[in-house]
């Protein structure tokens, strides 16, 4: 019995594909003839976001938005204490775990200073913000300047580099042990595996703090993030059972976690993955690599404006409330320009990246695997 020559999949990311090889490996990236050039897009696009008063602040809006976060937080405390000593204390951990990731959402947004009027201002919210969530502003301001500058370009966007979730093949190919078994099972044990991201997040956090590099108000975020943790989790065990508090943490962590990763992830990945030598024009570079989400203002409260990925990437200071006028303007640019324009549905999304990560998965196999004889030697 002859065992067939192993197929490997080609990723869906470009056309007419620069193929990169390791071994079995081969994935395709995006060359710059696979995305004709356009320009003088951005500049017309932006004048007419700008005539239509579309980068303007909303003071109004964001102010309503911490208001009800708050009004959020005081509700879930004052449930907790009428609770008591019960496993519906579960709940509130549930409900914290959502509250926070609606924090993240405005540390996002302070970062890209959507929220106040100057730089500094915004810097200083997004800090004390990151703080209360337990993550470094530093840490994850560096990481995701470098991915708005260049996403998903190998080499360039961290976001695609490998963290126990291989996103590329020749990472995937080179994971070990254990690492090797999740990677090879990576799109369906993805969701599982986000209720780990709000630890991961932390742990992050506190290398970066503590590592010997160069951290901007290094003192001061070791400080607000130790608080936190002090007061958070000090309450929690103070008034809980060690069972019950160490359950609700649980809880509060893995909603936390697949609340963030569930915004990220369908935002970019299964999109075209760009060669790292490769010079694109910054309009199809944005437009080209990001996905939107259709849903409407459920979506944009849901993930905190991040279902309107490709007019946040094109203009990253822009509030959350002009967004989705925006969307008509660059979709009726893209429309007349031809320049395929991303856009479905969060399920689908969702099912898009799991496919995409199982298909990267693949090159974690042994490439001297025969499935014919692996099935037949199990008879």
Known sequence: MRCPKRQVPILPSATAPLTATLGPVRQTYARAEDFPSVTKAYRTVSRTVQEQGLLARAPIFYALVASAIGL??????????????????????????????????????????????????????????????????????????????????VGRDPDIEVDTISFLEVDAAESRGIIRWITQRQGWLFFPLLTLEGINLHLHGFKHLFGRGPVKARATEIVLICTRFVLLFGA????????????????????????????????????????????????????????????????????????????HHLFPSMARPHLAKTRLIVREFCRENDVPYTETSLLRSYAIVIEYLNRVGLAARDPFDCPIAAQYGRR
Do not use: C
């Open 72 to 153: 959020g937080f005081a509700i879930t405390i004052t449930g907790a204490i009428l609770i008591g000593n019960s496993w519906w204390q579960l709940a509130i951990g549930a409900a914290l775990g959502l509250l926070f990731t609606q924090v993240a959402f405005l540390t996002h947004e302070a970062a890209h200073r959507q929220i106040l009027s100057t730089g500094p201002a915004n810097d200083r919210l997004a800090r004390v913000f990151a703080a209360s969530i337990g993550m470094s502003y530093s840490w994850w301001d560096s990481k995701h300047s470098r991915h708005h500058a260049n996403p998903n370009q």
């Open 236 to 311: 929690i065990f103070f008034f809980l059972p060690v069972g019950k508090a160490f359950a609700l943490s649980g809880v509060m962590l893995a909603v936390f976690g697949v609340g963030m990763g569930a915004s990220f992830a369908p935002n970019h990945k299964g999109m075209p993955v760009i060669d790292p030598n490769t010079r694109l024009d910054f309009f199809a570079k944005q437009v080209r690599t990001s996905r939107n989400i259709r849903g409407g203002w459920w979506a944009t409260v849901l993930m905190g404006g991040l279902n309107y990925q490709i007019e």
